[in-house]
Structure formats: C-alpha cells, structure tokens
C-alpha cells in the first residue's frame, strides 16, 4: 500500500513538472494587399521563410511561442495587440512590421522569453528586402 502511494505521488509530480516546462505557441495569420508595390520591405525580428506563391497579395503567418508560460498569457498579449502586423505602402515599397514586438515585456521581474518566426508568402515577381537586426531570412 504505501509503496503504490509513493509511486502515485512520484507520477503526480513527474505529469505536473513536465507542464510547466511547456512552450505554448499560436500562429497570427494576416493577408496584405500590396497591389502598387514593387517591393516588400519586412521589418521582423526573428527568423523569415519566404515563398513565392501565385496570389496578388502577400500573406505572413507568424507563429509565437512562449516558454515556461500560460495559453492566458499569450492571449492577453494577443489582445493587448503586441503580435499585431501592420503593413503600409510608400513609394512603391509595402513595408510590414510588428510594433508591438519592440516593448519589453517584464513577468514577475523578469523578460518574457518569447520566440517568435515568420513564414511570408509573395507573388513571383516582387522583391523582397529584409530590414531586421537578427533576421535569418530562407528563399
């Protein structure tokens, strides 16, 4: 009895140690119209794939993970717009870029540790320039 009580516990605490050490991840899916523009500018921290695709607009999926956080957490971070893709065109160049991602975010005095990556789908015949710090960009 007591030797099947102690295997039990040692399982409760293995099932609920392995939650926490979760990373929790969602993809953010959002289409642009970039009818007008030559070029697609990405200001995205974090690494890109981008394909080619045969549709007038371009799509990005971006997909965040946070580590060692809730499925709560990540939705009110979505909610709050922190993972909020913005696109704008000028001069013949469609930027798109993810203001919120340049606020520092602080859980319980410390940095949320959040990965994020792209996957950006263009038409064939637009160019694509990568303006990131820690961009890692595969064509």
Avoid: H
Wanted: aromatic share 6%; charged share 15%.
């Amino acid at each position: 009895m007591k030797r099947s009580r102690t295997l039990l516990v040692c399982l409760v605490l293995l099932a609920t140690a392995g939650l926490f050490a979760q990373t929790i991840e969602k993809t953010f899916v959002r289409s642009f119209n970039i009818a007008g523009a030559q070029d697609i500018k990405l200001q995205l921290e974090g690494a890109v794939d981008v394909q080619t695709w045969d549709q007038p607009s371009a799509r990005v999926q971006m997909t965040v993970g946070l580590d060692n956080n809730s499925e709560s957490m990540l939705r009110s971070l979505a909610q709050a717009g922190r993972y909020n893709l913005r696109g704008q065109l000028a001069e013949g160049t469609y930027t798109i870029s993810v203001p919120g991602l340049g606020r520092e975010v602080l859980v319980n005095g410390q940095s949320l540790n959040e990965t994020v990556s792209y996957v950006v789908f263009v038409p064939e015949p637009v160019r694509v320039i990568i303006d990131g710090t820690t961009s890692a960009a595969n064509f």
